[in-house]
């Protein structure tokens, strides 16, 4: 069963706005990851946010956690159409240990130029 | 080339043919993990390996089969190709982050797989 909802399922915006995308998960976490997905390619790593953090930077992206509301935000800031992507949220759970990540179903963003 | 390569890209089958997408990662990390992604569903994890011979049953394992002789190797076999296993499949790798449970993934490219 899928851990990460993320919300919208899929959202358009001008260039240069910023895009901002919700994950709800179930179970308690020991982290939070951000992924990426270009049109037919695998997913790359965005940024990670433990359970202890609540903000999180790196360049234009601003990710928060809230663990009381099992939610977390991603904000892109001053997007360009190279942001145009599906964006997943992915959960590691308080098990810890090799059994990889729960991903949610993703939010497709297109820039508009 | 470093990094991890799944292969073949794009594969067509029949119904009840043996089908195996093989995936390969050049880092030695200890982890590896096929995922399948379909429209509706997002990633579900099939199988996963901690290391060399051991591997372990995700969300979805039915009609799959995993061997992890070698680190670096981790093939997925499809043992009678079904309609329903029509997806994009991705293997992953990582190793274990500072913390319990940090694993950041590395994803392949992706294995496109038709089942006719």
């Known amino acids: 069963s899928q851990q990460g909802e993320e919300d919208p399922q899929a959202l358009s915006i001008q260039e240069g706005e910023n895009a901002t995308m919700n994950c709800s998960y179930k179970t308690s976490i020991n982290n939070l990851q951000w992924y990426r997905q270009n049109s037919g390619r695998g997913l790359v790593h965005l940024i990670l946010?433990?359970?202890?953090?609540r903000e999180k930077h790196s360049g234009r992206l601003r990710v928060t956690l809230d663990t009381s509301k099992k939610s977390s935000s991603l904000l892109i800031t001053a997007s360009r159409a190279a942001d145009t992507a599906s964006y997943f949220c992915a959960t590691a759970d308080s098990g810890g240990g090799a059994d990889g990540l729960t991903f949610g179903k993703g939010t497709h963003l297109i820039i508009q130029p | 080339d470093a990094g991890i390569t799944q292969s073949p890209r794009y594969k067509i089958t029949e119904t009840g043919r043996q089908v195996t997408l093989m995936c390969h990662q050049t880092w030695s990390h200890s982890y590896m993990f096929w995922y399948r992604q379909d429209l509706g569903h997002g990633l579900r994890l099939i199988y996963y390996s901690a290391a060399a011979d051991i591997t372990d049953k995700g969300e979805v394992p039915d009609g799959y089969v995993v061997s992890r002789s070698k680190t670096e190797n981790f093939p997925l076999t499809l043992e009678s190709a079904t309609r329903s296993q029509t997806s994009v499949y991705f293997c992953?790798?990582?190793?274990?982050?500072?913390?319990?449970?940090?694993?950041?993934?590395?994803f392949g490219a992706g294995s496109r797989l038709t089942v006719l």
């Open positions: 946010i433990r359970s202890n953090e």
């Open positions: 992953a790798s990582s190793e274990p982050g500072t913390g319990f449970g940090a694993n950041v993934l590395t």
